[in-house]
């Protein structure tokens, strides 16, 4: 016996935005399990920024399924590991079903929270966030703090982060209804919307007493203008660069500032979540205290099917999204 499942494939690779043309939705059969093997019925698929370097740089072979963030059910097994009806979580692709050995899979208890939050807060973009500004950016109370893409899943993670922490929390975003989502909701001091003045004067303007961190999710232009606001011994956790992604070789726009690091003695330090992997336990006991408390705020951006998910991608880089996005299964 087999299932048939609908599939994700780049076949061809982009330069510059990708286009839906550079995908396509195809059928393959899956077999049942056979000893030590489990079935997946994958429910939600996780649409990252990180995942567009891959698809012009050759990580991401073509004519083969997608890699990205998955979570399912076990439909069939025959793996002591795994039951039927087990929640999980894998990385192994843009896929409808999932054949594994199991050696790719992470058991999902949700205690009581909606499943979705393990793809972002609870997650690996909380998880990138929590680290990021707390570990490599060594956030302390009351600091003056910029983050870049501050509607994004990452982002508004930190930002509230850092407003938790007493800071003063300036974030930018790509349109007016973000900037009010970070300013009304998430209670962000200042959001800026990038797209409109000059990006340099307008962080000028919002930071009259510097920056001591600037949370990094853009670089290019907005790096450049973070740098003159730094203040002395300031630190820059770079995170992502999602404004070079759709460049060849994700190259970045110029930074023409960086001799404010001498000056004013700046740290800045690339980061990946790996790097926190011994701290998971703290992570999650911060952020369920924060949800159960009501002080993190969340949005999801749902596509619907799997055919949509290569528009769910092309959408990142063109603001289709507040907080996480994630491409709903049928």
Not at 1 to 14: F, G
Not at 260 to 274: A, D, E, K, P
């Amino acid at each position: 016996m087999s299932t048939v499942s609908q599939e994700v494939h780049l076949v061809a690779r982009p330069d510059g935005l990708p286009t839906s043309e550079q995908f396509q939705l195809v059928e393959s059969d899956v077999s049942d399990p056979a000893a030590g093997e489990v079935l997946i019925q994958n429910r939600w698929m996780s649409v990252d920024p990180a995942m567009r370097p891959r698809l012009s740089n050759g990580q991401q072979p073509i004519n083969q399924v997608i890699s990205g963030g998955a979570l399912g059910t076990v439909v069939a097994s025959r793996n002591d590991r795994f039951k039927e009806g087990d929640i999980v979580q894998h990385g192994s692709g843009w896929r409808e079903y999932h054949l594994s050995d199991g050696s790719d899979l992470d058991h999902l208890d949700a205690a009581g929270y909606p499943e979705t939050l393990y793809m972002h807060v609870l997650g690996t973009t909380g998880f990138t966030a929590w680290g990021g500004i707390l570990i490599t950016g060594k956030l302390q109370d009351g600091e003056n703090v910029f983050v870049s893409a501050a509607a994004g899943a990452v982002g508004s993670v930190a930002a509230q982060i850092a407003k938790l922490k007493g800071c003063y929390t300036i974030g930018s975003a790509g349109s007016e209804s973000k900037c009010d989502w970070l300013r009304d909701t998430l209670g962000l001091d200042v959001a800026i919307n990038y797209r409109e003045g000059v990006l340099r004067k307008n962080l000028k303007a919002a930071a009259p007493n510097g920056l001591d961190v600037y949370f990094d999710n853009v670089g290019g232009e907005h790096l450049d203008a973070a740098l003159p606001r730094m203040n002395v011994f300031g630190r820059i956790p770079i995170c992502g660069m999602i404004s070079a992604y759709n460049n060849f070789g994700a190259i970045s726009t110029g930074v023409t500032t960086l001799a404010n690091m001498v000056y004013q003695r700046i740290t800045m330090q690339g980061f990946v979540v790996w790097d926190f992997n011994d701290r998971k336990d703290e992570f999650l006991d911060d952020m369920r205290g924060w949800l159960n408390s009501g002080k993190m705020h969340y949005e999801e951006t749902v596509f619907e099917g799997i055919e949509s998910a290569s528009e769910a991608l092309i959408g990142l880089f063109t603001g289709q999204n507040t907080g996480k996005m994630l491409v709903k299964l049928a």
